[in-house]
T-cell receptor, first 114, second 115 residues
Framework: AQSVTQPDIHITVSEGASLELRCNYSYGATPYLFWYVQSPGQGLQLLLK??????LVQGIKGFEAEFKRSQSSFNLRKPSVHWSDAAEYFCAVGEGYQGGKLIFGQGTELSVKP | KAGVTQTPRYLIKTRGQQVTLSCSPISGHRSVSWYQQTPGQGLQFLFEYFSETQRNKGNFPGRFSGRQFSNSRSEMNVSTLELGDSALYLC??????????????FGQGTRLTVV
């Protein structure tokens, strides 16, 4: 069965430091991969997506992610974190052409210290 | 362009009652999906509707149902509410619902509390 694992439940980084959030997926075919961010009490905002092609994808707010098929990973990175990046981050895999179903990881809560 | 609109934003219901949540997708989007978010289970897929037809369904009991209207607006209904149904219910719309180039846009959710 398809699944997404985010190994880190909570991460704290200092403002200005670099960030990497890990995501591993299990999916038989070519995955459609997404990273979403959620602020408290809000919906999800798409940061970036990967469907095919270049394995390094750029997103909004200075985020990027790298798809590594050999490691079944899709890690999210940002070179310099801002206090406003504090939120919960979700990695998701789409089940492909036939439906809009997304399978989410458990999420990683990011705290930013001054 | 207006985003995905969910109403109401907050709801308090008593165990055993039923509830209906509404979702208006982005104009032109034909696919609407529903998710339940709880601290324990995370984000779980409920169902997806495309052109008024349920195209995909998650692993939830029959108390959870939905429908989609000809204008793509969707409702989900939960009957015989249980305390465990307390959650943030999120609706997402997309142009096609899956496949290259499509992405899901989420509403702000409806916070349901069952007492």
């Amino acid at each position: 069965a398809q699944s997404v694992t985010q190994p880190d439940i909570h991460i704290t980084v200092s403002e200005g430091a670099s960030l990497e959030l890990r995501c591993n997926y299990s999916y038989g075919a070519t995955p459609y991969l997404f990273w979403y961010v959620q602020s408290p009490g809000q919906g999800l905002q798409l940061l970036l997506k990967y469907f095919s092609g270049d394995t390094l994808v750029q997103g909004i707010k200075g985020f990027e992610a790298e798809f590594k098929r050999s490691q079944s990973s899709f890690n999210l990175r940002k070179p310099s974190v801002h206090w406003s990046d504090a939120a919960e981050y979700f990695c998701a895999v789409g089940e492909g052409y036939q439906g809009g179903k997304l399978i989410f990881g458990q999420g990683t809560e990011l705290s930013v210290k001054p | 362009k207006a985003g995905v609109t969910q109403t109401p934003r907050y709801l308090i219901k008593t165990r055993g009652q039923q509830v209906t949540l509404s979702c208006s997708p982005i104009s032109g989007h034909r696919s609407v999906s529903w998710y339940q978010q709880t601290p324990g289970q995370g984000l779980q897929f409920l169902f997806e509707y495309f052109s008024e037809t349920q195209r995909n369904k998650g692993n939830f009991p029959g108390r959870f149902s939905g429908r989609q209207f000809s204008n793509s607006r969707s409702e989900m209904n939960v009957s015989t509410l249980e305390l465990g149904d307390s959650a943030l219910y999120l609706c997402a719309s997309s142009f096609l619902g899956g496949g290259p180039g499509t992405e899901a846009f989420f509403g702000q959710g409806t916070r349901l509390t069952v007492v």
